[in-house]
């Protein structure tokens, strides 16, 4: 089996809603991500011959998944007051809303997915949310 691994980071805050410490508040990091595709095979001829996709390709599909996480303010759905939110908007501050409760774990699930729905055969995607620290989402 051959591997492609590709990263990228991006810089945002969040805060875990209903978490007992610090981390309750909003903080920021700086989240590196890295996704790994697997194949059995190598494309056979032409330009790509060897390869199981280019990396510059494999680059920029995660480098546009992870710019669109990037320089904002990510929040679990319902955990701010719709007021609090409308004003942070109206102030021109880049929000975004998701599903899940901003972990890395729960990122790591969330590139896996999004770089699969972008027809990748994703063998693992890994999130560190501190150079020491992350996690993994794996098949
Ligand atoms: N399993 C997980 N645990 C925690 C997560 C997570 O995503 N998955 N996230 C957090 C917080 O986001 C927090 O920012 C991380 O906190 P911490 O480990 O304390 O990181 P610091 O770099 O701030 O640690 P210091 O040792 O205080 O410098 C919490 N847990
Ligand atoms: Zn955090």
């Known amino acids: 089996m051959y591997l492609l691994k590709a990263e990228h980071s991006f810089d945002s805050a969040h805060f875990l809603a209903g978490y007992d410490g610090k981390c309750s508040n909003i903080h920021g990091h700086r989240w590196t991500v890295e996704v790994e595709i697997q194949s059995e095979n190598l494309v056979a001829d032409g ?4 390869m199981i996709v280019d990396f510059s390709e494999l680059k920029e599909d995660v480098k546009e998944l992870v710019n669109d996480l990037d320089h904002a303010l990510i929040i679990q759905k319902d955990t ?24 890395a774990e729960n990122f790591s699930f969330h590139f896996f ?16 949310e501190t150079p020491n620290n992350s996690a993994v989402y794996e098949k």
């Open 47 to 50: 330009k790509l011959k060897g």
């Open 80 to 103: 701010m007051r719709k007021e609090t939110l409308n004003c942070l908007v109206e102030d021109g501050f880049k929000m975004i809303e998701v599903d899940f409760r901003p972990t």
């Open 113 to 128: 997915s999004e770089m699969e729905k972008k027809g990748y055969d994703v063998k693992r995607t890994r999130v560190y």
